[in-house]
């Protein structure tokens, strides 16, 4: 069935249904409207929350995608943050970067995770202050990054930032 003809139905469908049932008549003109085709798509459960880019070195993000899953390492993400925000998790430190040209720099890429924007927003709005409480700069990246390590045993001396 073409797109038009599709649409001619729905508009006579619409038309018929107007005595009848005004409320269904409208739902029908919702979807004809333009973008009313969006009210058809189900809900994402894969794409929900913010996007969060963790700085790390090739091998570790490989090893924590070896060992996890893009759900897990979400749901790990939220709860380091709200261990974090209840005061229950405290990062470890970053590992000092190696100094430029010394040749001892690795790969950097990104691990990619979606996590509760309010979650994250919190994070960034206490980063300042338990920046000046640890001596460091405290970002919900490196929060999440010292959770996700611990959590899955890897050496933190592996992290980028």
Do not use: C
Not at 98 to 113: D, I, M, P, Q
């Amino acid at each position: 069935m073409s797109r038009e003809l599709i649409r001619a139905r729905l508009i006579v469908a619409s038309e018929k249904l107007r005595p009848t049932d005004p409320l269904l008549a409208d739902t029908v003109d919702e979807v004809l409207a333009p973008g009313g085709w969006k009210l058809l798509k189900p809900p994402s459960t894969t794409a929900t929350g913010k996007n969060l880019s963790i700085a790390m070195r090739r091998e570790v993000r490989d090893e924590l995608k070896d060992k996890t899953t893009s759900t897990s390492l979400s749901e790990a993400t939220d709860k380091a943050f709200e261990e974090f925000l209840a005061g229950t998790f405290v990062p470890d430190a970053p590992p000092a970067r190696a100094r430029r040209n010394s040749g001892v720099t690795a790969e950097t890429v990104n691990l990619n995770v979606r996590v509760n924007g309010d979650l994250l927003q919190q994070v960034k709005d206490i980063a300042d202050e338990r920046s000046a409480e640890y001596g460091w700069t405290v970002t919900p990246a490196r929060v999440a990054a010292a959770y996700l390590l611990k959590k899955h045993k890897i050496g933190n001396t592996k992290t980028a930032k």
